[in-house]
């Protein structure tokens, strides 16, 4: 009988041990750099009859709120029944092109389109909020070679660029159809990734939009010749899709190049470090769209959004290699139609922009 005893003893202490370790594994899942889920009460219902086309891109600013960008002119036509003579129904009207939020996803204030002194872009793309609370936009519309910068308020300040014709990628006025900006507020420097006509990135003088420096991938000179199509496998010599700049604590600038599936990595003088391939099977639109950095002092992981394949991908930092993801194709809270742009606050949330079919902002909490 003892040794009876003995025996489911030690068989119940094994099983004890072996639901312990389940646990701690699923503990560690479930708090690692990819635990994330959606908030799917964020943000809170828009006013009246608003209705939002295709969010172009997402920001935050120094107090945690967010800022958006989307397109007016992409509501569908079956959505406009509000703004016929006389109305045909209620749904709907154009939100405001800019729209800012606070940290509950409350509508906080909305501005933009067209005005006096200025080139609105007639395909809005990117936003950024820089530090000092200036909100600056881009447009990847083939005649949309120019970024706006504004008060928050909506307050226009100054035009770098403008629309018609792009001069190439080594012209040191003018841009081709820039997709997003980031500034350096030590150097008052604003790095500008152009983007889907030019193949380089861009710095100017944040206050007077004055030329300083440019270059391609791999920190040469951009060139405008014709390249042929990426192929896996590839490690094409000039840039096909500048989609994003960021700059982490350390000051190193990571660019977005989209459509060759890849994160290439620089010093602010522009001289090349790394480079880190994304999915690199995929082709269609590519899959390094946006950037955000984890919120621990050593920025550890990057956060990648891939737009192609519906997933934001977890990086090292250091070596780039892949330790987790999150999200999958679909239209439910939590899945991506076309993530086009990220950010990130000070609490380690993340938001997500989606175009196409997608329209919307999202929120991602850390467990």
């Not at 003892?2 to 646990?23: R, S």
């Not at 504004?150 to 018609?164: D, H, N, S, V």
Request: hydrophobic share 35%; proline share 7%.
């Amino acid at each position: 009988m003892t040794n009876k005893y003995a025996l489911v003893a030690l068989l119940l202490l094994t099983a004890a041990c072996a639901t312990t370790d389940t646990n701690d594994a699923a503990k560690r899942a479930a708090s690692g750099p990819g635990a994330y889920r959606a908030d799917p009460f964020w943000p809170k219902p828009l006013r009246g009859n608003w209705i939002l086309g295709q969010v172009a891109w997402v920001a935050t600013d120094s107090r945690d709120h967010v800022w958006i960008i989307h397109r007016p002119a992409t509501i569908l036509d079956d959505e406009k029944g509000a703004l016929q003579n006389p109305p045909s129904s209620k749904c709907c009207t154009p939100a405001p092109t800019v729209m800012e939020f606070d940290r509950e996803g409350n509508y906080v204030q909305g501005w933009g389109g067209p005005g006096q002194g200025y080139d609105w872009p007639k395909n809005e793309h990117g936003i950024y909020v820089d530090p000092n609370g200036n909100v600056w936009i881009a447009g990847n519309d083939n005649a949309d070679h120019q970024i706006l910068k504004f008060t928050r308020e909506g307050k226009f300040l100054m035009q770098i660029g403008k629309p018609g014709k792009s001069e190439g990628s080594n012209s040191k006025t003018q841009l081709g159809r820039p997709a997003h900006m980031e500034l350096d507020a030590l150097a008052n420097e604003l790095y500008v990734a152009d983007g889907y006509g030019n193949r380089r990135v861009i710095v100017f003088d944040a206050t007077t939009g004055g030329y300083k420096r440019h270059w391609g991938a791999y920190g040469a000179m951009p060139s405008d010749a014709r390249e042929p199509p990426y192929r896996p496998g590839d490690k094409p010599q000039q840039f096909a899709n500048v989609h994003c700049v960021h700059q982490s604590r350390d000051g190193l600038l990571y660019v977005c190049d989209r459509t060759n599936d890849r994160i290439q990595v620089f010093s602010r003088n522009g001289t090349f470090l790394n480079e880190f391939f994304i999915e690199p099977q995929t082709l269609a639109s590519g899959s390094a769209f946006d950037i955000v950095f984890s919120p621990d002092p050593a920025q550890t992981y990057l956060y990648i959004a891939d737009g192609t394949n519906g997933e934001v991908h977890v990086l090292n930092r250091e070596d780039g290699k892949r330790v987790a993801s999150f999200g999958r194709p679909g239209r439910m809270a939590g899945e991506f139609r076309s993530v086009h742009g990220m950010a990130s606050d000070s609490k380690g949330n993340i938001y997500t922009a989606e175009v196409g079919n997608g329209r919307r902002v999202q929120k991602f909490v850390p467990r």
